[in-house]
Structures are given as structure tokens and as C-alpha cells.
């Protein structure tokens, strides 16, 4: 029941250790093409097309758009964690066309994934602990920098949650357990795929909260994968639009969401309740 463990964030900014600051972008991606095969017709098509975009240091991107607009296919692919496609990504400056299996392997930490299932995501033969344990076995040094119970403090649950299986953990409980493994691995860039659309209405405001928090005390770069309109204001600097694997609308998120240049844009908009977006400026 002992759920929420209160950090204050002032605290955990003492005590975090921030990742350095660099000039080098954490992810660029040039004219990225990803070719799926329809399951269907057999037909090859385009589930992203030509899309570039840019994340820096510390910075917040979300990518929108509808049910199938290759949302997920970019993130894989500009991950190195799905089909690669065609185009270029350099994931902190590294080619992965160019990138050796080696320097991969060593960069993997630095990116961490965040999906919208918590318990898919977890290995539902492993307690909390044992799941922890083998994530440090993988990379002692690096995630040294703090204790267990300390970490499960970090995302707000108690430590008594440790020894439970994934079956026995709320949505919100998984999905915390979730970043807190990603926040082990102090990365330089979080991907979160629709990370609260699977949880709980009265638990997706606190996962969100979680994230920004982690935003402010890490300064690793967020890409946020949603097609929810309103979490990627609230937690987000730039946004891009995609529509049928291509990115349509590009910019701050105040000014696509105050000024949509894009009809598909603005129908996103529309189909969001209230004008709010319009009017915040
Ligand atoms: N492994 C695959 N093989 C064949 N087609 C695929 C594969 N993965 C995705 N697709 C198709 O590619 C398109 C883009 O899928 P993707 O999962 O990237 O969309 P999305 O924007 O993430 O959607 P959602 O919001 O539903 O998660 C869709 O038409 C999907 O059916
Ligand atoms: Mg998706």
C-alpha cells in the first residue's frame, strides 16, 4: 500500500549526478527511410519517410501524430533498437551506418526506452530486486552511483516493492519501476513511447510529473512519443508533427501549437478539447 515515497526534488537535485554537459547533439537524424512490409498485401511502404530531426543536450522533443503515422518505427529506428532504414543517425555523435558492435554495445546505456506497456516491459519471472540486479551485473560502473531502496525512492515507491513480481505491481507501480531502470543507467537521452497512454487516468498526471522531475534533477534530453497533445505541451520544447511517415510541421511547441502552419496540424488541434492551445500565448 506504501506507495509513494515524497522526495523533494530539492534534495534530489543535490543529489543527483547530472549527466556532463556537452555540445554534441544526442540524436540527429538526416532523411531517415523505414521500409515495412504490409502484412496483408506483401506490398513495401514507407512507415517513415525522409524525416530528420535534431535532439540536444537536455532538450525535450516529442514527436505526434496518429495511430500508425511510424511514431514508434522512427524511435526504433533512430534508436538503433528497430530497422534501421535508410538515411543517417548519429546517436552522440556516432554514425550507426559507420558504428562498430563494440562502441554500440558501449553507447546502449546512454539511451534509454521507456514503452507504453510497463508490464510487457518487464520479465514477469523476475522480482523488482533480481530485475535490478541484473541490469547492474551488466553495467556495474555505471550504475554504482546509487543503492536499490535509494532509486526506487527516486521514481516514488517504496522499497518494500522490491521483492514483488511484475504481476503484483498497479500499471503506475510498473511504469515507475520502468524509469527507475532507465534512471539506473543515468542516460543521456530517454525515450518515452506513449509512456502513460496504457496507465490509469487518476495515475498518468504523476508519471508525468516523474518525467519532468527527472528532466529537471538529470538533464537528459527526452524524446516523447504521444498522441496526446497535452502531455507533450506540458513536458515538452519542440515538437514534430508526423502524418503517414512524414513530419509535416516542425517547431517550438508554442509556436506549432499557437500558430499551426499545417491543415493536419491544425485538425490534431481541433480534435483537442477546448482552444486551449490557441489562447496560451
Ligand atoms: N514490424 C512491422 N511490420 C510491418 N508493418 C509494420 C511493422 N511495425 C509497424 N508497421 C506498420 O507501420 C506503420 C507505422 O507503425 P508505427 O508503429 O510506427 O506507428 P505509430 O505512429 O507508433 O502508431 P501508434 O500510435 O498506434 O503506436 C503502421 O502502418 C504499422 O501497421
Ligand atoms: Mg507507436
Request: hydrophobic fraction near 40%.
Amino acid at each position: 500500500m506504501s506507495e509513494v515515497v515524497e522526495t523533494g526534488v530539492p534534495g534530489d537535485l543535490a543529489r543527483h549526478p547530472r549527466t556532463p554537459a556537452s555540445d554534441t547533439p544526442v540524436l540527429e537524424v538526416d532523411d531517415l527511410v523505414v521500409e515495412h512490409r504490409d502484412g496483408g498485401t506483401g506490398a513495401v511502404f514507407r512507415a517513415v519517410d525522409q524525416v530528420s530531426l535534431r535532439i540536444a543536450a537536455g532538450e525535450s522533443v516529442a514527436v505526434v501524430g496518429e495511430s500508425g503515422s511510424g511514431k514508434t518505427t522512427l524511435a526504433m529506428a533512430a534508436t538503433g533498437l528497430g530497422p534501421r532504414g535508410q538515411g543517417d543517425v548519429r546517436l552522440l555523435g556516432h554514425s550507426l551506418s559507420a558504428i562498430s558492435r563494440t562502441r554500440l554495445r558501449r553507447l546502449r546505456p546512454e539511451v534509454q526506452v521507456v514503452f507504453q506497456d510497463p508490464h510487457g516491459s518487464l520479465d514477469p519471472r523476475q522480482s523488482v530486486r533480481s530485475g535490478l540486479r541484473e541490469l547492474r551485473a551488466l553495467q556495474p560502473e555505471r550504475t554504482s552511483w546509487i543503492g536499490d531502496a535509494d532509486l526506487l525512492g527516486r521514481v516514488r515507491l517504496a522499497a518494500d516493492l522490491l521483492d514483488r513480481y511484475p504481476h503484483q505491481l498497479s500499471g503506475g507501480q510498473a511504469q515507475r519501476v520502468c524509469i527507475a531502470r532507465a534512471l539506473l543507467m543515468r542516460p543521456r537521452l530517454i525515450v518515452a513511447d506513449e509512456p502513460t497512454s496504457g496507465l490509469d487516468v487518476s495515475v498518468q498526471a504523476d508519471v508525468l510529473a516523474l518525467l519532468r522531475q527527472i528532466r529537471t534533477t538529470t538533464g537528459a534530453a527526452l524524446l516523447m512519443i504521444s498522441h496526446d497533445l497535452a502531455v507533450v505541451r506540458s513536458l515538452c520544447d519542440v515538437v514534430h508533427v508526423m502524418y503517414r511517415g512524414r513530419v509535416v510541421e516542425a517547431g517550438p511547441c508554442d509556436r506549432v501549437f499557437g500558430a499551426p502552419e499545417n491543415d493536419y496540424t491544425r485538425e490534431l488541434l481541433a480534435a483537442m478539447p477546448g482552444a486551449r492551445w490557441r489562447s496560451r500565448r
